[in-house]
């Protein structure tokens, strides 16, 4: 089982944070992989809030390709961060030749784009460059989006983080998911390690989705060409939450009456019953079995945790004002945030969904049992 | 010698019968219960002459011959009194000495029983016990990857949706601007396939719906049945039982005018109307009611005289074309009840089953689409159509299926499958196999018939005289002296029984699977078979 940390704190931090609570739930994950979305970025990043930020790692060749690619889309680099991999790779970790993170100028054109519109390119620009580099293996491409950087690499999290040297200043943000990958797969894609991403959205998890082969097969004849790769079973939880948001214009608090709606006993008088029991039909397709944790982050920065209906696995938030964090083990928590008063850590359960906006004052927990937001249910 | 009989081209011995009777002299007691239990009239009384012969005492005299005669039961072998293999003398024998044998060979029978020059017809099923759904097996276990459930423990949430599922984006606007969203009902996905009344004897009828009622009420199970065609007796559709029961309106309309006479007099709205186009036992073929089968009750609530045969046509008359099947007759049914209940078409499994349901698909009131499979159940068919007319379910409603998720109407149009599920028993395996394939749910008949009133028809042609209304068990039969055979509250009961350890089965299927939250509908990683070219039919993983 994959071993999961997030973390919201108004002092940016280093990825080495999240790989050293990974390190310390090490038992929990085989060092196969780690995947990393830094978000609410601070330094050299900071004034470039609204510049799309390529991350992917790259061959020479397929270096050469992007910039011809990108030139001709009319994008300008505004500003990068090279890691030229070290030699030798430390074992267990493949040999590369660049992980680029590069923040780019639009071209003229985009900026008489619509919000909408401007969102849907970038995803097209990611996808056709995913694309690119499948043909070839010469790129891999895991986000093209303000503000969101990705890493992905095969090895074990704290070597990797060491290895690449990620613990650098360009690299602090206010925002980091982080998950050690446990791999059931014999052969490893990068693209199915977590977490998953699309338009700012972020999820990742752990355990099994029994039901992703109906939700897979749902979600692609959705007829939104994001909705692909599903090199892992928990990349749908990513596109659900996206087509709840995106598509369905739901708020946060409904995402777990998606994937996991209400029976009706449960149900009882709940105020919202009559759209609930609507929820649960038209979207019965998106319904989650489990077992699975759920932590995601949302384009507005808030993150937050669920667990599917039969809360196999573990999960737990804490924290103080200022700084939460999420984690898959108790230990992990521990490790990053001793201090915090463990009396109001929380573990959600079945019926929950935690939150902690980016004002980070506060975990939110929000039952299903609760009437959902006003404007929702008009 | 010259024989004494007249022998004709179709004089049959009984060795030629699919069944013969073995019984026993030296048990038998004389009672006579097993002719008059005989639904065939197969048994008569008979007059047997033995040469006994008596040796006397002592050397002087010779023994001598002397005549007895002794009474029993001996088999007829007129075509039209041929055992049929049911076993009712048996079951009513105090002694245990008499039991129908089936032959050891193909019989001639067959030969012979189209006797002024009609091919056979006859009720119960395709007889053939082979079958495609048995050899599907469930292989995605979860184990330690992702922890496996426990049946008995968890919580599991196994209703399906019948009726027009709006794509999440429409439903949530319509919401909003208060619009109107298709009636959807949840049911329980196994469905009391139409079984109808006329086809069933009251008292099968009767234990039927009480089930059902039990089931609803007690059990908490939203259990549905179909009528059939044939309509509703008056007092069940004044009734608050009525929504639990899916109307079927078929291509003979009998007993419609009794339903739309009882609408404004309904306290609730029935679970859904089926349109039946086709039944899967005999494709393109109406439905059949033998005059044996119509008498007053019967002949009443259809509305038609007593003692004619009525069959159905093999289409709904007033409709030239599939847009207009679809479209109008949709739409009237759906306006009779205000479109608050869901109204779906009922074909048989064929090739063709794609192109309806394409038309379904983009009629935005549809409700849903149930495909009857080659094993469907009938009351009264040409032996020919039932045995070989048809399309096997398992593959048609995997390309009904898969042609939804092409078009991203998966969750939309709920598919039913019918035909064969139980019929060698396996009743949850079978259902489970197909909800996996793509069905929402699974209909249902015969299995009902056999479970909850012990039918003792089998797919090696045992029985199935369910057509002429002399049915060994009164299931199948309007003749108070047979049907009185049926207790309706014990049907109920084995009904319950029924329903209650198919919930249980259909658990311990989908626990291991890791899935309780809802039905496994489409989950085909699930599914393996030991076929090559069956699992690239259906698109699931070849095991060897
Ligand atoms: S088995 Fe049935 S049909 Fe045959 S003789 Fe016995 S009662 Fe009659
Ligand atoms: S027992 Fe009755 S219902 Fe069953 S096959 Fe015989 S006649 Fe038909």
């Known amino acids: 089982m994959c071993r999961l940390f997030a973390m919201t704190s108004d002092e940016p931090f280093s990825p080495l944070v999240a790989a050293k609570a990974l390190d310390v739930m090490r038992e929990g994950h085989d060092g196969s992989g780690v995947g990393l979305f830094l978000s609410d970025l601070s330094g050299p990043f900071e004034d470039l809030k609204d510049a799309p930020v390529l991350s992917g790692i790259f061959t020479s060749k397929g270096l050469k390709k992007l910039d011809v690619h990108m030139m001709e889309l009319g994008f300008t680099t505004k500003y990068k961060v090279t890691i030229k991999a070290p030699k030798p790779a430390p074992p267990g970790v493949p040999q590369r030749d660049v992980y680029l993170i590069r923040a780019y100028e639009y071209p003229d054109e985009w900026h008489a784009y619509s919000a909408e519109r401007r969102a849907f390119e970038l995803m097209k620009v990611r996808l056709d460059l995913r694309g690119m580099g499948e043909a070839d293996g010469d790129m891999i491409v895991f986000s093209f989006w303000p503000d969101a950087i990705m890493i992905k690499e095969i090895g074990d999290p704290l070597t990797v983080v060491q290895h690449l040297g990620l613990d650098r200043k360009e690299l602090m943000a206010r925002v980091i998911m982080a998950q050690g990958r446990q791999n059931t797969n014999y052969a490893i894609n990068l693209y199915a390690c977590h977490p998953f991403f699309i338009q700012g959205i972020c999820t990742m998890t752990n355990g099994e989705n029994t039901a992703f082969v109906p939700i897979k097969e749902y979600l692609s004849s959705r007829g939104f060409p994001g909705y692909m790769g599903y090199n892992s079973d928990s990349e749908v939880f990513a596109h659900i939450l996206h087509y709840s948001t995106y598509q369905l214009g739901l708020p946060l608090e409904a995402y777990k009456h998606v994937i996991t709606p209400l029976s009706d006993d449960e149900m009882g008088d709940h105020p919202n019953k009559a759209f609930l029991k609507q929820l649960r039909q038209t979207c019965r397709r998106l319904i989650i079995d489990g077992p699975n944790c759920v932590i995601g982050c949302l384009p507005n920065k808030s993150l937050f945790m669920v667990q599917d209906r039969k809360k196999l696995r573990p999960g737990i938030v804490g924290g103080r004002p200022g700084c939460y964090a999420f984690s898959s083990e108790e230990c992990g928590l521990d490790a990053v945030i001793p201090d915090r008063d463990k009396s109001l850590d929380f573990q959600p359960m079945h019926l929950d969904t935690a939150i902690v906006s980016s004002d980070r004052q506060e975990v939110h927990i929000c039952r299903q049992t609760q009437s959902l937001p006003q404007a929702l249910c008009a | 010698m010259q024989a004494d009989t007249i022998i004709t081209p179709s004089t049959l011995c009984v060795k030629d019968l699919p069944w013969q009777i073995a019984w026993d002299k030296d048990k038998c007691t004389l009672c006579g219960r097993c002719a008059a239990a005989c639904p065939m009239l197969a048994l008569e009384l008979a007059v047997y002459r033995k040469r006994v012969i008596q040796p006397p005492i002592g050397l002087e005299k010779t023994p001598e011959n002397t005549f007895e005669s002794f009474y029993g039961v001996r088999q007829k072998t007129n075509p039209d009194n041929a055992c049929v293999g049911c076993g009712m003398c048996n079951l009513v024998c105090p002694n245990d000495a008499i039991m129908p044998m089936h032959s050891d060979e193909a019989d001639k029978l067959r030969f012979h029983n189209n006797k002024g020059g009609v091919p056979r017809r006859r009720g119960g099923r395709r007889n053939d016990p082979e079958g495609v759904l048995d050899r599907i097996k469930f292989t995605r276990i979860s184990m330690l990857t992702d922890p496996a459930l426990d049946a008995g423990r968890h919580d599991f949430q196994l209703s399906t949706l019948l009726g027009r599922v709006l794509p999440p984006e429409e439903n949530l606007k319509l919401q909003r601007e208060n619009g109107w969203i298709p009636p959807v009902r949840e049911i329980y996905p196994l469905i009391i396939g139409g ?256 479970a909850a009133a012990g039918c003792l028809g089998s797919e090696t042609d045992r029985c199935n005289i369910c057509n002429i209304g002399r049915c060994p068990k009164g299931i199948t039969s309007q003749d108070p002296r047979l049907y009185r055979r049926l207790d309706p509250e014990q049907v109920a009961q084995r009904l319950v029984d029924m329903y209650l350890s198919f919930d249980t089965e259909l658990k311990k299927i989908v626990a291991p699977l890791g899935r309780s939250t809802s039905l496994p509908i489409g989950m085909s990683d699930a599914l393996g078979i030991n076929d090559y070219n069956i699992a690239q039919r259906l698109s699931i993983d070849y095991v060897v």
């Open chain 2, 195 to 450: 079984m109808s009344f006329g086809a069933l004897s009251p008292t099968m009828w009767e234990g039927l719906q009480m089930g059902v009622t039990y089931l609803n009420e007690e059990v908490g199970m939203p259990v549905v049945i179909s009528t059939g065609e044939g309509g509703c007796p008056p007092r069940l559709l004044r009734s608050r039982f009525l929504k639990y029961v899916i109307l079927q309106i078929a291509s003979g309309y009998f007993g419609w005018d009794e339903i739309i006479h009882a609408l404004p007099e309904m306290k609730v709205d029935p679970c859904a109307v089926e349109i039946k186009y086709g039944q899967g036992a005999k494709p393109g073929d109406g439905g059949l009611l033998m005059w044996h089968k119509v008498n007053k009750l019967i002949a009443a609530i259809r509305g038609v005289p007593q003692g004619v045969s009525l069959p159905s046509p093999p289409t709904h008359q007033t409709k030239y074309s599939i847009e207009e099947a679809v479209a109008k007759m949709i739409q009237s049914m759906s306006m009779a009840w205000g479109f608050r209940v869901p109204v779906y078409p009922k074909i048989s499994a064929t090739s063709t089953s794609g192109a309806v349901l394409n038309n379904l698909a983009r009629n935005s009131i549809a409700a849903g689409l149930a495909i009857d499979g080659e094993d469907g159940g009938t009351g009264a068919a040409y032996n020919v159509s039932m045995d070989h007319m048809g399309h096997p379910i398992a593959s048609n409603i995997r390309d009904c299926y898969l042609n939804l998720v092409k078009i991203g109407k998966q969750n939309e149009l709920p598919l039913f499958a019918g035909g064969g599920v139980g019929k060698r028993g396996n009743l949850a395996a079978n259902a489970a196999a197909l909800i996996m394939l793509g069905a929402s749910g699974v209909q249902t008949g015969k299995y009902v018939m056999q």
